[in-house]
Every structure is written in structure tokens, then in C-alpha cells.
């Protein structure tokens, strides 16, 4: 259940309804969240984060059931987990986030490259070679 905290998580968040409502306030009253209202209180936007949160949500958090803060807590944790370890980012040009933070992916784009060029130059006895094709 809800255990009030004065650590607890801060959500950065606009004023829409999905922010603003009975059920979010009950768990910023009980301690569980604290909530900081975008363009009001801070100085600086959160349109940064916006695509991110949408995709938790969206593609990941509504595809499940809700029923409990520790559900939430669990699912955005392995959200979270397999968004900066495992899943690549085509802005990091196929690394993912940790990989850009800890500077440890350097060779994943050549190696991307390079796997991209080995498929392409591989023919089979179904599939015409490239050469036939040109």
C-alpha cells in the first residue's frame, strides 16, 4: 500500500488531467508521490522528457495491470532497467543510453556498419547475390 515518506519520488509533470486528478492527489496526500508542476514552478521545461513518458505509459505501463504502487514501481523499474541497459537508441546511432553515459559502446556503430555490410554481401541459393542484381 501507500506509505507516506519525505523522500518520496518527485514527478515532474504539466497541469493535464492525467497530472491533475482525485486518484494523483490521493497519493501525493498520502506521501507516496510529490508532484512539481512544469512551466509554474520550475525553470525549465520538461518537453524533453514528454516522448520519453509516453512511450512508459503507452508501450509499456498500460499494457499491464495497475492494480498497486508496488505493481507501478515494479513495472516502471524494469521499464526503466531495459530503457539504459538493453535498448538501443537510434540517436546513439545503436547504442543505448548507458552505453553513451559510461562511454563503453564506441564500437557499436562500426560494428553495426559492419554486420549491415556482411548481410548485404551474403547471397543464398533463394535469394539472388547482389552482383546478379545490379
Known amino acids: ?47 524533453m ?14 499494457l499491464h495491470s495497475l492494480d498497486s504502487v508496488t505493481t507501478v514501481r515494479r513495472l516502471v523499474e524494469l521499464y526503466v532497467d531495459e530503457h539504459n541497459r ?15 553515459y559510461f562511454g563503453t559502446g564506441d564500437v557499436v556503430p562500426a560494428d553495426l556498419t559492419a554486420r549491415a555490410e556482411a548481410h548485404r554481401s551474403a547471397s543464398c541459393e533463394t535469394c539472388p547475390s547482389n552482383e546478379a542484381a545490379a
Do not use: Y
Open 1 to 47: 500500500g501507500a506509505t507516506p515518506s519525505d523522500t518520496a519520488p518527485v514527478v515532474l509533470a504539466d497541469a493535464g488531467v492525467e497530472n491533475v486528478n482525485a486518484q494523483v492527489d490521493a497519493l501525493i496526500d498520502a506521501g507516496v508521490l510529490r508532484r512539481l508542476l512544469a512551466l509554474t514552478e520550475p525553470k525549465f521545461s520538461n518537453s
Open 49 to 62: 522528457i514528454e516522448a520519453w513518458w509516453r512511450s512508459l505509459t503507452h508501450q509499456w505501463c498500460f
Open 86 to 100: 538493453v535498448l538501443p537508441h537510434s540517436a546513439f546511432r545503436g547504442q543505448t543510453p548507458n552505453e553513451m
